[in-house]
């Protein structure tokens, strides 16, 4: 068995970490495939999505494009390495929203950070979400790390059920993906013009996500005003 030395496991007589061969070249090609995904983000951010290509990765990396096709098989495969970065991002976003005590509040916050996320990584955006690779279509892991990105959404509107803020006769999943699905909206008809500038956009998105919000927290409101008159 060949055995190569760096640095991750010392070995019991010199100190210094010892791998085998196979572990060593899986490692290389992890290296390699971040490398290359680095590549197209790149290209996906300075040039949209339509300018990342198989050929164009390969151009950027200094190689050929059989050494990009043996580790993603095509270009789909490195669409899905390219929406599970922007999964990271979107969960990266919301992770920096403050906790809040004021779910009601805390909801608002959260779909800022969607809209914000629209705005600082657009071409993400279109290829997660906007169909900008037409070929590609999210598997279980895609939908998977979508999950895992929305599950700060998720959490929140399942505390409010649990508290009785947001009634509970509707899944949380079902009304995640309502009110996903109204933000994607808008979003959608602002890339493809229909909504004037960014400022005439975000006016619209944030009344929509008030309206949204207020209508899940009904019953909360009207106690709140009851409990003032």
């Known amino acids: 068995m060949i055995f190569i030395h760096n640095e991750d496991k010392p070995s019991s007589s010199t100190g210094r970490v010892q791998k085998t061969y196979q572990e060593a070249r899986l490692q290389n090609t992890e290296n390699l495939r971040k490398l290359v995904v680095d590549a197209a983000a790149d290209i996906l951010q300075e040039e949209g999505p339509e300018a990342v290509t198989v ?47 004021d779910l009601l509040q805390h909801l608002l916050d959260l779909g800022e950070a969607f809209w914000q996320f629209g705005q600082d990584h657009t071409s993400y955006y279109k290829l997660m979400f906007g169909g900008a690779f037409a070929e590609f279509k999210p ?15 998720l959490n929140l509107i399942s505390t409010a059920q649990q508290q009785g803020q947001i ?50 927290f009904a019953a909360q409101l009207v106690q709140q005003r009851s409990e003032q008159e």
């Open 55 to 101: 050929r164009k990765v390969s151009e950027r990396m200094g190689c050929s494009t059989k050494i990009i096709y043996s580790l993603f098989v095509n270009k789909e495969g490195l669409a899905q390495q390219l929406y599970l970065e922007g999964c990271k991002l979107l969960a990266q976003g919301f992770e920096e929203v403050p906790l809040s005590s």
């Open 167 to 216: 009634s509970d006769q509707e899944e949380t999943g079902t009304l995640v993906s309502i009110i996903w699905a109204s933000l994607h909206g808008v979003i959608h008809l602002y890339i493809g013009g229909f909504l004037g500038n960014a400022e005439a956009a975000h006016a619209v998105y944030k009344q929509t996500m008030v309206l949204l919000s207020q209508s899940l």
């Open 139 to 153: 598997d279980a892991e895609s939908m998977q790390g979508t999950m895992t990105a929305m599950s700060r959404l």
